[in-house]
């Protein structure tokens, strides 16, 4: 895929599912408390979770460039589900359809 | 007005609605329904191949593909590699292989939706070309057919002179490969047919194997066993295991295989094995099948009493073409020429063809071009008898058919073109393609945003 991106990716292939970044307010034990997507538009105000759904973890190809996320699954307060994962190695949060 | 049945044209039919005035007329199909044919065949065979036709045709819709690394992609769901250009081979790409590891190995590669409708109706034209020179033809796969030769030198005259005949026929169907027409497929190295003549399809087919693009290699009556001596194993149609274990054996070329004994090789691979040795040794003739072409359809109308109002002869027109796209020989096929015909008053006569752009079965589709070639040149005189005839048709239809052969492809052809008309205006509108389609990169992968990706959805 980072073959791709390199080189044809803007011509011809677009990855679907990229992660987009969300920030996200945490509770004591690392869980979201509320969650803000993106920066700018519609997503802009925060949004409470309501509930705390599975947590799982991915580690990978950590043979080259090593990826760790802990996925969490939401639910916020108006009712819609969310997937949101921890990038382990950077510390950043991501919202992605699992 | 009254006009009288001519009893002696069968069946007959009455019109009685033209403008009001009530008439009897005639019309008959001039090709009644045949028994059963009987098969065709022909021992000695010419096979005409055109390597990575679908991405030649591909090339010559869009001649940049030729500059570049190209792929062709599968048409089901799989979404691997088809056809790969030279180009791309080169890079290490393969058919077969994922789409993301041909973009790993050749980040430049471009990425082509199949179009396999539109391969099918090419493939057609050349079988149809083909079809002129010998009734028995056989299309194996897209760009490779056999075409039947006995019995042709008493028209053309030895090999030379049918495979000239042949690259002439194939020339004039203004079929469009590679960055090249067709045109220039004759003596060209930069042409992408290849043509073989022997005894039998195989000795054919190896012929065509080895042939130089645009040149055709004969192999005489009797040399079949030293031509196919000095074939490599590859030759033989075989699975790659079977290959690779017959190179383990020792053996490179088809030669080697034929000095083993029959029944040892038997012995090793079974009756398959047999059929392989026959092959090799030149001791089995596998004929060329011709298959049924539909016999031309034909609708004519005649009047008692000659006509001139082109009005009048343009309703009958369009009652003719109803008759004739109802034939049940024409279920399935789409017009590509129609010829139109008059007998006129006083003995003479006026005809038309037109070979359409687009095949089509819809009766405007062929009334209007039919008509036009009539205002550009009309008959001297009112018209006693009209005929039409369909002389050429192509597999294919678009219209919905509940027991057309080929309602699948009639259904895949029409969601292509209306997706084509949605790119094209989308394309004038906002000057980017926003169409897409989904396809798989590494659908087994845990990474989610490395399982789909999306691809233009090229007009």
């Not at chain 2, 099918?120 to 079988?127: C, G, I, M």
């Not at chain 2, 002869?313 to 796209?325: G, P, V």
Request: glycine fraction near 8%; charged fraction near 25%.
């Amino acid at each position: 895929m980072r073959n791709a991106e390199r080189g044809a990716r803007n011509d011809r292939l677009r990855a679907l599912n990229v992660p987009r970044a969300v920030t996200v307010e945490l509770d004591d034990g690392g869980l979201p408390l509320r969650i803000r997507e993106g920066g700018r538009g519609k997503g802009e105000g925060w949004q409470s979770v309501a509930s705390v759904g599975d947590v799982w973890r991915l580690d990978d190809e950590w043979w080259r460039r090593l990826i760790a996320r802990r996925y969490v699954e939401v639910i916020l307060e108006h009712g819609g589900r969310m997937v949101l994962y921890e990038d382990l190695v950077t510390g950043e949060w991501f919202g992605q359809t699992s | 007005m009254t006009y009288k049945v001519d009893s002696s044209v069968l069946p007959g039919m009455i019109l009685r609605d033209m403008f009001g005035i009530q008439f009897s007329a005639l019309e008959s199909m001039s090709h009644p329904p045949s028994p059963v044919p009987r098969p065709l065949s022909s021992d000695y065979a010419l096979c005409c191949w055109i390597p990575l036709y679908a991405l030649r045709l591909e090339e010559a819709r869009r001649p940049e593909l030729t500059a570049r690394p190209a792929a062709l992609l599968t048409a089901d769901t799989t979404r691997r590699l088809w056809q790969v250009s030279p180009l791309a081979r080169r890079a290490g790409v393969r058919s077969g292989m994922t789409v993301s590891r041909a973009i790993g190995l050749c980040a430049t590669l471009r990425l082509c939706e199949p179009d396999p409708v539109f391969y099918e109706e090419e493939f057609a034209r050349l079988v149809a070309a083909l079809s002129r020179v010998s009734p028995v033809v056989e299309p194996v796969e897209l760009g490779r057919a056999y075409v039947g030769t006995d019995g042709l030198e008493g028209l053309f005259g030895g090999p030379d002179q049918i495979v000239e005949v042949v690259q002439l026929r194939i020339a004039d169907c203004g079929l469009r490969i590679g960055s090249a027409g067709v045109e220039s497929a004759i003596h060209n190295p930069q042409s992408a047919i290849r043509l073989g003549w022997g005894k039998g399809k195989f000795v054919s087919w190896t012929a065509a194997t080895r042939a130089k693009p645009g040149e055709c290699v004969i192999v005489q009556p009797g040399e079949e066993g030293t031509f196919l001596a000095a074939q490599p194993l590859a030759a033989l149609p075989i699975d790659p295991d079977t290959h690779r274990r017959l190179r383990q054996l020792g053996l490179r070329t088809l030669g080697q295989l034929a000095a083993l004994p029959e029944d040892a090789v038997a012995a090793q691979f079974g009756d398959a094995g047999r059929r392989l040795w026959r092959l090799a040794a030149g001791q089995t003739v596998e004929p060329v099948t011709g298959r049924p072409a539909p016999e031309p359809v034909a609708a004519q109308l005649t009047f008692y009493s000659p006509v001139a109002d082109r009005a009048l002869l343009a309703r009958a027109l369009d009652r003719l073409l109803d008759r004739a796209l109802a034939s049940p020989r024409r279920v399935g096929w789409r017009v590509q020429t129609a010829r139109l015909s008059a007998a006129l008053e006083h003995g003479g006569s006026w005809s038309t063809v037109v070979t359409l752009r687009d095949p089509t079965a819809r009766r405007e589709g062929i009334a209007a071009p039919l008509l036009a070639r009539w205002d550009a040149a009309p008959p001297a005189g009112a018209v006693e008898r009209l005929t039409v005839e369909f002389t050429a048709l192509v597999p294919g239809t678009t219209e919905l058919q509940l027991f057309a052969r080929d309602a699948d492809a009639a259904a895949r052809a029409g969601r292509r073109r209306a997706l084509r008309a949605a790119v094209r205006e989308i394309l004038q509108r906002l000057r980017r393609p926003m169409l897409y389609r989904v396809i798989e990169l590494e659908p087994w992968s845990r990474i989610p945003e490395r399982r789909y990706a999306l691809i233009d959805l090229d007009e």
